[in-house]
């Protein structure tokens, strides 16, 4: 796998979490790439690599270690796209007002 360029020093990396934890940030993520891929931040083909693991937060029985390879997949997907991507793209039209109540 490839390396996901996160910075694992102080945080808690999937490798660490519990399944529950793990299925609960598989989650979040699934939902954040499906907006993402909406808005046109994140091209569909991004998420191949991902859905090749072939685990979905849905698959409950699948082990641990297939989450835990699933979310890092998902994460670097999304990472890689992510930070190339302008703030509004992230925010998207809905939220720009409470981020600029924000500044």
């Known amino acids: 796998m490839k390396s996901t360029g ?6 808690v990396t999937p490798l660490q979490m519990k399944k529950n934890e793990l299925l609960h940030v598989h989650s979040l993520l699934l939902a954040l790439a499906r907006r993402f891929t909406e808005r046109g931040v994140v091209p569909d083909e991004a998420l191949d690599s991902y859905r090749e693991t072939g685990v979905t ?3 409950l029985r699948a082990p641990r ?5 699933a979310v890092l997949e998902l994460a670097t997907a999304l990472g890689d796209h992510v930070e190339r991507a302008e703030p509004e793209e992230l ?4 939220l720009q007002p409470v981020a600029a109540e924000s500044e």
């Open 65 to 69: 270690d297939d989450h835990a390879d």
């Open 91 to 94: 925010l998207g039209e809905e």
């Open 6 to 11: 996160l910075k694992t020093d102080s945080a």
């Open 57 to 59: 937060p849905m698959s």
